[in-house]
């Protein structure tokens, strides 16, 4: 027979590990767009040679 007592302690290590994860989540997140927002923003000199002279 198993028996399936949770304790108070395993609660609130189970709230901040969760916790813990979205800080992780969001962290990768902000990384990974502000990446994304400097890979793929606008390049300085992409006109032709042709046009730049004019």
Not at 2 to 16: C, D, F, P, Y
Not at 24 to 32: A, E, N, S, T
């Amino acid at each position: 027979m198993a028996m399936k007592v949770e304790h108070a302690l395993h609660r609130r290590r189970l709230s901040r590990n969760v916790g813990l994860g979205l800080v992780l989540v969001l962290y990768v997140g902000l990384v990974y767009g502000l990446t994304i927002a400097k890979v793929g923003g606008p390049k300085p000199n992409t006109l032709p040679a042709a046009e730049a002279r004019e």
